[in-house]
């Protein structure tokens, strides 16, 4: 009888396409487009499904026969747990470890100390927290605020504010996981992780707000301060020599300094000759100040940036302070005090994931929306709930009755729901999602107070710490993060009366929501082994399907050693090297975590597509050329070897790093046998073509076997 192995991975095995092969055909192959053969939502337990036009009636009171059962062997949940936590392969004395309960838990705790699970968390509160992938047009709705941020591309600003951004969160919801302080805090917590150009953009948002109809406002608290603020592009002619004297940034920066907001213009920045100086008062020079720290455009010349380029990799924890009586705000310029602060002051509270600027621009709002749509996200980020929510009488107080669709009408719920709790947003900030202007009028019907819907709100309290608190102390925050924990394990719901999943969740309370606890628990669980039946698994089968981009790429350079192959921190003109496009490019072919609006289950592949196999070929033909024998630009990871018992190592690591298969797999002698016969295959078959290294392209060719086979392209196999 033929093993698994050659049974079921040896068809898809040989079918890869070896790296010779794509050296014959041309090398203008169109990228493949995304992979959309997804998972469909599946249904909460408890909620009836999404309805499903021009379906036959489903039959009612027919039971539902559990799928056939076959618990998954150990080295499957430690891989699986080890993959998911850093994106590295497990070890035959991991796997020896991992054979007891508290080794094994014990090993999470190891793996979560490594600085590739840095970078898997970063990934995943980017993407929990709903914070990442800001685009130009994205920053540029978030309140107006950035101004003209396309012209931040002359130099450096406006790819690396947004990169910034999409991350400062994700470090801050990191940052309080490292420090085993609780979970819950990510909704209370005014201590963020910032760099000095974050700090700045904070401060100028808070400086700079805007009404409930988008205008800038004139006498904001900035303005007030300095009455007479005015800015000064100028080539600073010496009039006897008549030669232009560089004003040094230090005193453009200082309020004390005669060129204070005088900023010198240099031809090598691509200046135009003006023949006065370039000058503006009012909200439009606060604009153009907080330009001119990135070395953007001022009048017809892009100005020298007050940024170090180290100080976009600097991050550091900074209390964001709300100014108390007559307490002045901290200025955005000041950059020397920034450099060195762990505090600043700003006018209206920022308070956890919900009030960061990457929030409010994936979930703008305006006039008519008016909060509602960022707060449903709130509430879907936090607590795993939509609006999809039981109204019950008591829970009409505070709603302004003008303003929600009328009783009787299908969305009268939802907003006797939102409106009270979106009043929390209103109180603090205008729908340009800036800090709400002193004595600004609220757009629509008077402003009610906040009160949370879902209980545990506190009536004596008012603005977005309210909401932060009350999201904090809500008893379903412990069940909604495990839950968000079991479909990132899973790519599935686990049903949420299973015994084992209330274990799970009363683990994760009991320690205070210490979150390593919730990973300790969660993926040393058959909920995400599989190695015994549960109620979750006869729900969902066992899980076993496509390894989605954040996964796959992660994994791709953890075990090259290499930082972010795929290049998916890279924004536009940011790419780490000159192949760094098309890396992200083609990564782009490999399906991914997305977000629907107003969905609480993320959009989570698992079935493969008929594009996903030609994807992954792609991607593995690409990096086989500089991560494998000969390459002309640097060195490879895996290099050409002359002594046979080198190449014979390097095909060791194909199988227990590539494919992380350890050496004490049953499987592994097989797959390793499989890559030999490839191997040897191949170097006969390049012997005669000309102008190649044989022995190089077989081990290219042998890589993107190993690459684009099940085990590696994969998730919990």
Known sequence: MRSRVTRVYMPIFLSAVTYLATQGCSNTDQVPPV???I???????????????????????????PPEFD?????????????????????SSELSQAATPEGFKSLIDTWAATPQ???????????????????????????????????????????????????????????????????????????????????????????HPRTDSFQAVQDSWLLKRFAKFKITATYNVDPASGNSVPIPIAESLDEKNKNFMRWSLDAKYGCRPLAVDFTETGSLAVEFAYMALFGDRVGRCTLAPAFELSEWDTWKWVSVRKATNNESPTVFWDLPKLRAATEIVVSTSRVGFFSTPAFFARWPTNPTNSFRGITNQTLVVALDTSLNIPISASQVAGTDEGEHARAGTPCFGCHQVIDPIRNFFREDYSTGSTPRPVASPVSGAPLAPGVFTLGGGDPGKHGVEALGAAIAKHPDFAKAWTQKMCV???SSRCAEDDPEFQRVVRAFRDASHNFKVLLRELLTSPLSTFASRTKSSDLNGVAVGVARRELLCQ?????AKRSDLCQQDAVRRQYDNDDGWYA????????????LRGESLAVMPRVPGVLFQ???ERLCRFYADSLVGDYLYGAAVWPLQKDIKDVRATLDEFVSVIMGVPESDETYLELRATLQSHYDDTLALVKDLPHNRVESQALKSTFVAACSSPFFSSAGL
Request: charged share 20%.
């Open 117 to 207: 699970f840095d970078d898997t968390m970063l990934r995943f509160f980017a993407d929990a927290f709903q914070q990442g992938g800001l685009g130009a047009d994205e920053v540029q709705q978030f309140a107006l605020a950035l101004e003209r941020p396309n012209n931040f591309e002359y130099y450096y600003g406006s790819p690396k504010v947004r990169r910034a951004l999409n991350e400062m969160f994700a470090r801050t919801a990191l940052g309080i996981v490292q420090e085993g302080r609780p979970f819950t805090e990510v909704a209370t917590t005014t201590r963020f992780k910032l760099n000095t150009p974050l700090m700045a953009t904070l401060l100028f948002v808070d400086a």
């Open 614 to 616: 030609p994807a992954i």
């Open 39 to 65: 998972t469909p939502n599946e249904p909460t337990p408890g909620r009836p499904p999404p309805s499903t036009m021009g379906s036959p009636p489903a039959e009612t009171n027919v039971p539902r026969v």
């Open 584 to 595: 992200q490019v083609y990564s782009q072919g490999l399906p991914a975590i997305g977000h």
């Open 488 to 490: 990132w394990a899973t």
């Open 555 to 559: 994994r791709l350079s953890a075990r």
């Open 71 to 91: 618990p998954l062997p150990l080295r499957v949940g430690v891989s699986k747990a080890k993959d998911l936590l850093t994106g590295l392969p497990a070890t």
């Open 35 to 37: 992979d959309t053969d």
